[in-house]
């Protein structure tokens, strides 16, 4: 750790100490992370990490102003969760809904979220995101039952204390350790869990994030998880976890006593904690390694809850040999070589179903099932269908027609690398069918929708054999000619003919499975996911684990792109040079009406300019009145 004014740091007792003065540091004034005494760079927000809270109210249009003072790399800031409905240009995906914002460039991020809930922002670019860019974006209700001042934000990350920017893209690459020159920062694997930018390492006391409640009223605390790469397994020992709503989705309460928690998920929590004596409890957030999801003992992560104003006595919990924990979230049947975990699987979760769904244009008559095979192609790769995603070389939303989505190199049982695509008929009921099965290794992924909630239908969970091997699903049949042990399984289809009717799959919720922009899909099985294409534009989807998202685990979804309604005449464009082009074919906003024969024609038309009032604030944002936040990316 380094001071800008007191120089090297130590951690001593929970609080750090100057190395030269021997002076306490207040821990605010620094980003201690889990204390290590090796700084490392950082890309933040404002100069925190996490990036200052943003809170707003629900249906207020809010502007956020990102300035780009990076030298050398681009950005996107993307809106996790916030759906984008009418405004498709803002959701923050470079190459897909905008072009990166180049050093010294800003950019004007307005955009209504129209559901209220837990959400959060962070880069879209590069290592960005790991290197610290992201902070909390939470959208009140008018009918919370919980006051803001009684609301804890729960931001969970996984830390390595080594990397930096080049060693993650070396990693991400797959660059053999021997050949980088210090060997020992390619320790890929994370040393530790941060909450909200705090934690330790080999127990080294340093500064955790303490949460004051008043134990005499129900508090909320919204578990946000930061990780690029790791699942979580979240408690509070001895205190029961009364789910309220997950990814901004209120549901049915549910009581449970640990929650797995994985890349970009959230799950608002209430606490009771009337029953219990005064003094301090611990937040034990533990890693899940490998595709059976084991716990982790070691390198815990630790948030304290303070439930008196100066005491330091922890409330002890033993639980009883017998007693089984009911766990929210399994993947499996059963919870492998855990006999005492009860699961419950997020197809059991039930929409309260408050507010309808958001049409953008008048939904039709039609559904389409799409069956999309998220897994790897060998240990180099990750694909979606055998289709292993590169970006285009300009924003596909505002620059249509320099988009080339063919995939033709890819058939029935091999792979090619393009700018996969789907096409959405607009106003149809599209049913997902998304699996991980197949010939190559099988494993768990957080699979993430932009411009949409999914609504799980149903999942379809596998299992486990006592020697660790994945018992996979029979519900999905990858061929007509080969075993789904031998198949790349990328043209499947249901086993069962008569699944071709969704409504004919047993054990089917249509009507109120709950919406998720961010599930965790079994290695082995699958989810039975609905979307309406009522929302025009360039979505993205891929799985929230970074280095699977750089392999290519990710698809464009081309949604009734007819309607896309009109951007802002500014954006700026982008695409390479190869000084070929004729002038009949440079970009003019007016004249965007083609796109490839594969796909249907985009009309993208001009729209007036919205000038917002400024705020400039450096700590949390709340916005009351309809302004902007400015945030400044500095490394």
């Known amino acids: 750790m380094l001071h800008q004014n ?47 809270d943003i809170i707003v109210h629900q249906n207020q249009k809010i502007t956020v102003i990102v300035h780009n003072h990076l030298l050398s790399e681009g950005i996107t800031i993307h809106w996790h969760g916030i ?26 991020y307005t955009f209504t979220p129209r559901f209220g809930g837990s959400y959060f922002y962070h880069s879209h670019s590069g290592v960005q995101f790991e290197m610290g860019l992201f902070g909390a974006l939470i959208v009140l209700r008018k009918r919370d039952p919980i006051p803001l001042e009684r609301q804890h934000i729960v931001q969970i990350q996984e830390w390595n204390h080594l990397h930096d920017p080049e060693t993650l893209l070396k990693y991400l690459n797959h660059i053999p350790a021997d050949t980088i020159k210090d060997s020992t920062k390619y320790q890929t694997g994370p040393h530790s869990i941060l909450i909200n930018g705090k934690g330790e390492f080999e127990n080294n006391m340093a500064p955790l994030t303490i949460f004051h409640v008043d134990r005499s009223e129900p508090c909320l605390f919204r578990l946000i998880s930061v990780a690029s790469d790791m699942g979580f397994l979240f408690s509070i020992p001895g205190v029961k976890l009364v789910v309220r709503e997950t990814d901004g989705e209120e549901v049915n309460p549910v009581t449970v006593d640990k929650i797995i928690i ?39 992560g630790i948030g304290l809850i303070n439930m008196t104003t100066n005491s330091s006595t922890e409330a002890e919990f033993t639980p009883n040999a017998d007693y089984r924990q009911i766990i929210l979230n399994c993947p499996y049947l059963a919870y492998p070589n855990e006999g005492n975990f009860s699961c419950i699987s997020i197809d059991q979760l039930e929409s309260i179903n408050h507010e309808s769904e958001i049409d953008m244009i ?26 292993i995603f590169k970006k285009p070389s300009v924003s596909a939303l505002t620059q249509p027609q320099e988009v080339n989505t063919r995939c033709s190199k890819c058939d029935v049982e091999s792979f090619c690398t393009c700018s996969y695509s789907v096409d959405l008929e607009s106003g149809s009921e599209i049913i997902l069918v998304i699996f991980n099965l197949g010939k190559e290794f099988l494993s768990p992924h957080s699979i993430h929708i932009h411009g949409h909630k999914f609504q799980i239908l149903k999942m379809g969970l596998s299992s486990s054999d006592k020697d660790g091997n994945i018992m996979t699903t029979k519900d999905i049949k990858c061929s007509e000619q080969l075993s789904n042990e031998e198949s790349l399984c990328y043209r499947a289809k249901w086993t069962n003919n008569t699944w071709n009717d969704p409504r004919k799959i047993p054990n089917i919720n249509f009507q109120n499975g709950v919406r998720k922009d961010t599930f965790l899909l079994p290695a082995g099985g699958y989810a039975v996911a609905r979307i309406w294409a009522t929302n025009p534009g360039v979505w993205f989807m891929h799985c929230h684990q970074s280095r ?28 390479s040079f190869d000084n070929t082009l004729h002038p009949q074919n440079s970009l003019k906003h007016s004249n965007i009406t083609t796109i490839p024969p594969e ?26 009145d309809k302004m902007s936040v400015e945030i400044f990316i500095v490394m």
């Open 6 to 52: 007191e120089g090297p740091l130590f951690t001593q007792d929970r609080k750090i100490f100057s190395v030269n003065s021997g002076k306490e540091v207040p821990p605010d004034s620094v980003i201690t992370a889990d204390g290590w005494n090796v700084t490392r760079k950082l890309i933040t927000a404002n100069g925190t990490m996490p990036g200052p």
């Open 83 to 108: 759906e984008q409905f009418g405004t498709p240009a803002m959701d923050g995906t470079p190459f897909v809904t905008q072009c990166p914002i180049l050093p010294g460039q800003s950019f004007n």
């Open 262 to 300: 994985f890349p970009g998920e959230r799950y608002d929590i209430e606490l009771d904690l009337k029953s219990y004596s005064t003094g301090v409890l611990k937040m034990i957030v533990n890693f899940l390694d490998g595709r059976l999801l084991a716990i982790r003992k070691t390198n815990v």
């Open 362 to 387: 008048n939904r039709l008559n039609k559904t389409f099932t799409n069956f999309l095979n998220f897994g790897f192609r060998g240990l180099m790769a990750s694909s979606v269908n055998g289709r």
């Open 548 to 575: 699977h998202l750089f392999e290519g685990m990710a698809v464009m979804l081309n949604e009734s792109f007819e309607y896309v309604p009109d951007l802002p005449q500014e954006l700026p464009t982008c695409h």
């Open 599 to 624: 796909s249907s024609s985009i009309p993208v038309n001009e729209a007036k300019k919205s000038i917002f009032g400024k705020l400039y604030l450096n700590k949390n944002c709340y916005i009351k």
